[in-house]
């Protein structure tokens, strides 16, 4: 992997054997291998590249399109680092990241801090192997009790000791994805969309159950269409009917002399009334609403 200095022959920081060394730098800018900005490299590669400002004694300069090393690159496994490039002046002010008079110191920046050193020991060979923590930021002081922390902007997810994994999102929606499939949590309210055509919203104490033609607004029922609605009537009715039959019979049973030892006598003039409540309770017709 060279960068756009191999093919001059000269590089920033004098073209001399590294032997070894891990120098710190700022990233300036970050980009994909096929962006316009990415000069023709000697070994085409796949992933981000940085420009970096070189900081250490003796080796200032600034390395352009520098390869980032990644925890997995292979062909079906991967992971992808993005060095986070300097967008604004921690002091205030205009940001002038590139060199010359007026520079805004790199340190100064909110880019990356990064640690690079060199294939081979060649300079012209750069490669991003991790990150420093930046003297900026607002939090060096991870929890102790967690065995991993990852946090970008506001969002943190922490693997404590125990193995419980906490997710710590702020500001912004948190989204599981199985195929088409998607949950999503946001401010007080979360989401469960089985289909592209279905969902249950949860939002403080109410329930929202959206189908393909039906919706349940905490328990109240509404068809989309009026034969959904139809078919709806027609099995509750019978619904009703089996009910009030299951019931008559109960009760015409239990007007026969029952005889078993440890049961006391059955109420039957309180029993008939109760089933009376009951069957007008359930005997009317079904009905449903439409939003046809």
């Known amino acids: 992997m060279r960068n756009d200095h191999t093919q001059t022959g000269r590089s920033p920081i004098g073209g001399r054997n590294s032997y070894g060394a891990h120098v710190r730098g700022y990233v300036h800018a970050t980009y994909l291998a096929d962006d316009t900005r990415a000069p023709r490299l000697a070994e085409p590669i796949n992933g981000w590249l940085c420009d970096v400002q070189i900081i250490e004694p003796g080796w200032q300069g600034l390395l352009r399109a520098v390869p980032v090393m990644t925890a997995s690159g292979g062909v079906d496994d991967h ?9 604004r002046n921690l002091n205030g002010g205009a940001l002038t990241p590139e060199g010359g008079p007026g520079a805004t110191p790199p340190q100064n920046t909110d880019g990356d801090l990064v640690i690079v ?16 923590p930046h003297p900026g930021s607002v939090d060096l002081n991870p929890d102790p009790t967690n065995l991993y922390e990852r946090t970008i902007a506001t969002n943190t997810v922490k693997f404590a000791e125990s193995g419980a994994i906490t997710i710590d999102v702020k500001g912004n929606d948190l989204t ?5 499939a998607v949950i999503t949590i946001s401010d007080n309210t979360v989401t469960i969309n089985p289909t592209q055509h279905q969902s249950v919203v949860v939002q403080g104490d109410g329930v929202v159950v959206d189908g393909l033609d039906t919706t349940v607004v ?7 269409s009026s034969a959904t609605a139809n078919a709806q009537a027609v099995l509750l009715n019978q619904m009703r009917v089996d009910i009030v039959s299951w ?21 039957l003039p309180a029993l008939e009334t109760a089933t009376a409540k009951m069957v007008a309770a359930i005997g009317h017709t079904a009905t449903n609403t439409t939003s046809d």
Do not use: M, Y
């Open 117 to 132: 050193t060199f294939l081979g020991n060649d300079t012209n060979r750069p490669i991003i192997i991790g990150q420093a």
């Open 247 to 267: 019931i008559q019979s109960c009760t015409l049973a239990l007007k026969e002399p029952v005889a078993i030892i440890g049961v006391p006598s059955v109420n």
């Open 218 to 224: 905490n328990g109240t029922l509404t068809s989309k």
């Open 79 to 87: 992971a992808h680092w993005k060095p986070r490039p300097c967008t």
């Open 176 to 180: 599981i994805r199985h195929g088409d």
